[in-house]
């Protein structure tokens, strides 16, 4: 190849200055012909360089077909614009993501004298604010779908609420915004009257009244209020829940309770039904569990036993389809035992007792060993409290919780995890806790590991059941652990919370209220 030399002195006046990343690159001739065979980076600026990770040493020099910087398909399709700019001297702009940079950029190439000259202008931030902007747009489409889905499903009366007030701010009156179905049918007006009069219009006697004033209170104090009223134009009981969702807006819920109020004996059989009706969910979450899990010991027990049969006769990619059917079959046993468990969470235990956490945690690094010893795992535990629990429910929280410290771990790095306990009062937790919790206080069990880590923006999403962040083939799981972890603390009356970058571990702390012993 013939690489010629060139006085970049002129174009160092010209753009080293320019802030857009600028570099010129000269063709690369066959020997003894004018067939471009390759590019040099002839010049580039200093912002070139930066855009590039480049030092001025490993620029000179440098041929497109060597740069680290560029990717093979990127490669290829940059020779082919470099030679269209330089052949036809048409400009050539492209919008490009070069996964080598991890950036995405604008590019106006140029024939400059006997090269190409090329502007990059770093759109990185711009296309992950994009990027933002769509993940945003698409999750206030899907909080959109499940309102509508909402309202148009829920046996509720839902309606919103848009006060109208004087010159001097005081409310006079309120207009129906938005309403289900449900809510026009207790209402026993019609939609168009419903929509378009004012609350005044359709009841005067509302007016003045103690709802008038619990709905006052509301807007003041931002408090919600629960309560069952007497309709006159229609002769109803409505039992009604007021919300302020701001200044001059409340979402209203009721239901039409006239037949419970004549009936009190009724409600009170609902309650034992109702009681009934969750021990027997019980009783099925067991059974189904029974049921579930046989069909797949047998798939497992016959699958072993085809293995055994064929034993000399398979190859290589039959056994690995029988490894992946016992490892489907084990993932299908998990997923079942966690959906047991979080049922069984699902009720608040009628009792607890004194737990002493510092033996519940050891107990739990005692089950836990051979998995920390093959993983090197090193292991800080504090002196930890004695708490108001329930035994096994807080032992399946803090397994999980050090289970998923051990395996979110850096690959080849080994996993080191603190377990902490400290206590912190209610309103120095930064939760979003009750009037009657912020002057509480909580112990705050922390685990704290090195691993991979996560998005924060999926603190939250991670406690819902079957929401995985990452796939079987890279961290197997089901996807239920973390739900089971909340429900536990929310049994005892605390919260989790959880906070995490990619790449500097995770920090789970449990707040659990401190109560005599």
């Known amino acids: ?10 174009f160092s006046e010209l753009f080293d200055v320019q802030p857009q990343a ?32 480049l030092t001025r040493e490993q620029q000179k020099g440098m041929l497109l077909s060597q740069s680290p910087t560029v990717t093979d398909e990127l490669r290829s ?19 490009i993501y070069n996964p080598a940079l991890n950036k995405y950029a604008r590019v106006l190439r140029t024939r400059l004298r006997n090269g190409v000259l090329n502007v990059v202008q ?52 309120g207009r129906t915004i938005l309403a289900n179905e449900p809510a026009i049918c207790y209402s026993g007006i019609s939609r168009e009257d419903y929509l378009s009069k004012t609350v005044r219009e359709l009841d005067p006697y509302i007016w003045g009244s103690v ?119 084990k993932r299908m046993g998990n997923l079942v035992d966690d959906l047991l468990n979080y049922s069984q969470v699902s009720q608040r235990p009628e009792q607890f007792g004194t737990v002493n956490l510092n033996e519940l945690l050891q107990g739990i690094l005692d089950d836990l060993e051979l998995e920390i010893e093959e993983r090197k795992a090193i292991i800080h535990m504090d002196t930890l409290a004695t708490v108001r629990g329930h035994q096994r429910q807080l032992q399946q929280l803090f397994q999980n919780l050090v289970s998923n410290a051990l395996k979110y771990n850096k690959p080849g790095v080994p996993p080191e995890v603190r377990i902490s306990c400290t206590i912190t009062k209610g309103q120095e937790t930064g939760l979003h806790l009750t009037t009657e919790e912020l002057p509480q206080c909580f112990y705050t069990v922390g685990v704290r590991d090195n691993g991979i880590g996560f998005d924060q923006k999926d603190a939250e999403r991670i406690f819902q059941v079957f929401q995985r962040l990452h796939g079987n083939s890279e961290y197997r799981g089901t996807g239920v652990g973390l739900a089971i972890a909340r429900k536990v603390a929310q049994n005892h009356g605390g919260y989790i919370r959880a906070q995490s970058k990619p790449g500097e571990g995770s920090f ?10």
């Open 211 to 329: 709802l008038y004033q619990m709905v006052l209170h509301t807007l003041e104090t931002g408090k919600p209020f629960f309560t069952q009223y007497f309709y006159a134009p229609e002769q109803r009981w409505l039992e009604l829940s007021v919300a302020k969702m701001d200044d001059d807006h409340l979402i209203n819920v009721f239901m039409d309770v006239t037949s419970t109020k004549e009936a009190q004996l009724r409600q009170q059989k609902l309650v034992e039904e109702l009681q009934r009706s969750n021990q027997d969910l019980e009783e099925f979450a067991y059974a189904a569990s029974h049921d579930l899990k046989e069909p797949i010991r047998k798939v497992l027990f016959f699958s072993d036993r085809l293995r055994h049969r064929l034993d000399g006769r398979l190859d290589d990619e039959d056994l690995r389809m029988f490894s992946r059917l016992e490892a489907a079959n």
């Open 122 to 173: 770093d759109r990185t931030d711009e296309q992950r604010i994009i990027h933002q902007l769509e993940e945003k747009t698409q999750e206030l489409e899907a909080h959109k779908n499940l309102l509508d889905s909402l309202l148009q499903h829920s046996p509720a009366g839902i309606s919103i609420t848009q006060v109208i007030r004087d010159e001097q701010g005081a409310v006079v009156d």
């Open 508 to 517: 789970f702390e449990v707040f659990l209220p401190v109560q005599a012993v």
């Open 77 to 95: 399709r940059f020779f082919n614009d470099l030679v269209q700019v330089l052949d036809t001297g048409n400009k050539v702009e492209s919008n």
């Open 1 to 10: 190849m013939k690489q010629e030399t060139y006085d970049t002195d002129v």
């Open 22 to 53: 600028i570099c010129w690159l000269a063709p690369v001739r066959k020997p003894g012909s004018q067939e471009v065979v390759d590019f040099e980076f002839a010049y580039c600026n200093d912002e070139g360089l930066r855009y590039l990770n």
